[in-house]
């Protein structure tokens, strides 16, 4: 891997765009198995596209921020399915890559080079632990685990029992992984949008979970890792996320301009590519692309270099990176409805691409980091209220 990042960008390019045939033609199968198909699955591993986030010491990527906005973004155009979960996969394995102590990290790792242990699971405190002899006692049950189909460990979070928090604290937790052989995976995923992604519910039945397999706390820096992955967590999660609604604002652009030039809507003399009504609003969505990436490219440039001398200014720049996430999900589906406005009849289907897209960008923009609290909470700052760590 080359070390300039215009070279580290046209290198990764290059291998997206080497899968993306495979990508697209698994699209509906993917929708069809409610997970990813091993095709895709392979074609992503193919381009260690799970490695993305984690650190160079343990066979990692560990990108620049704006690599790994491309990276998702070009997959995502693609296959949303197949673009959120290498985000998910490549943000969850660095988390185990970056937090296990040495003695699990260095075990779980060692054969990255041949397969790279995918992560995925929930940091939603919906669990019960109890610590034993070695380690702890996990029970309790999660949802949103996207790509559990193809994971190798399953990440939880706990309340732990018998501790009471300290005053004016949350509540002791317990984030840990456990090899998805102990993990039972439930068949929930009967959803909108995102299909193909598998993001299904899953259990810890009183699951035994040694010491070396629990995490470092969030709000800590990383054992191990530099660069964007020592950002404040939430900070860490918008880069490669920031890709995804990127992504999906791309392929939409690009189906409808294929599908407008061919399709004449009825009633219609011209085919819709010759309205001028069409043709201003897809310059105007192709002047808000340029917007999204050229946004995304300078707020990480600055966010990867900020200083953090305190909680507060991790807490103000976390709600300034899940702001910016917000906006550009929203621009995006903005995107895809005026695209699929535009499509006419055959947008109604199924099957049809920006029928999809719009599902998509839909379900996703339901996600906790995404929501109306990201405005709110950046508003605070600006009018000097407190703004407290959290979501």
């Known amino acids: 891997m080359t070390t300039n990042l215009s070279d580290q960008r046209a290198e990764w390019r290059e291998r997206i765009a080497g899968i993306g045939d495979t990508l697209r033609a698994e699209s509906a199968t993917n929708e069809e198995l409610r997970q990813l198909s091993p ?217 409808i301009t294929m599908q407008a030039t061919s399709h004449t809507r009825t009633g219609q003399r011209t085919s819709i590519a010759e309205q001028q009504h069409f043709q201003g609003d897809l310059g105007r969505c192709l002047a808000q692309l340029e917007v999204m990436e050229g946004y995304g490219h300078h707020l990480f440039d600055e966010l990867l270099t900020a200083p953090v001398g305190s909680l507060e200014d991790a807490v103000r720049m976390d709600d300034r990176a899940r702001a910016a996430l917000r906006w550009a999900h929203q621009t995006a589906e903005e995107i895809v409805r005026t695209a699929h406005e535009h499509a006419g009849g055959p947008a109604v289907y199924s099957d049809n691409v920006l029928a999809r897209l719009l599902r998509d960008i839909q379900t996703v923009s339901q996600h906790v980091i995404q929501t109306q609290s990201a405005y709110i909470r950046r508003g605070q700052h600006q009018l000097g209220i407190p703004v407290r760590p959290g979501l």
């Open 39 to 255: 095709a895709t699955e392979t074609a992503l591993r193919s381009v260690d596209a799970f490695n993305l986030c984690s650190p160079t010491e343990l066979g990692g990527v560990n990108a620049h921020p704006r690599l790994q906005t491309q990276v998702i973004a070009d997959i995502t155009a693609h296959d949303s399915s197949a673009g959120w979960c290498a985000l998910i996969g490549a943000h969850e394995s660095a988390w185990l890559a970056s937090r296990l102590p040495d003695s699990a990290a260095e075990r779980i790792f060692a054969d990255s080079a041949a397969r790279w242990p995918v992560t995925c699971g929930s940091i939603a405190p919906e669990g019960e632990a109890e610590q034993v002899e070695g380690g702890w006692m996990v029970t309790g049950r999660w949802g949103w685990a996207s790509g559990i189909h193809h994971s190798d460990f399953v990440l939880s979070m706990s309340r732990i029992t018998g501790q009471d928090p300290e005053p004016g604290k949350p509540p002791p937790l317990l984030c840990a992984a456990a090899p998805k052989a102990d993990v039972l995976v439930e068949d929930t995923w009967h959803t909108m949008g995102m299909r193909g992604t598998g993001s299904t519910h899953y259990r810890y039945d009183n699951v035994f979970i040694p010491d070396e397999m629990c995490l470092a706390g969030f709000e800590r820096p990383p054992l191990r890792g530099d660069g964007w992955l020592a950002r404040p967590t939430v900070t860490f999660l918008t880069a490669a996320g920031y890709g995804f609604p990127l992504g999906v604002a791309k392929r939409a652009v690009e189906e």
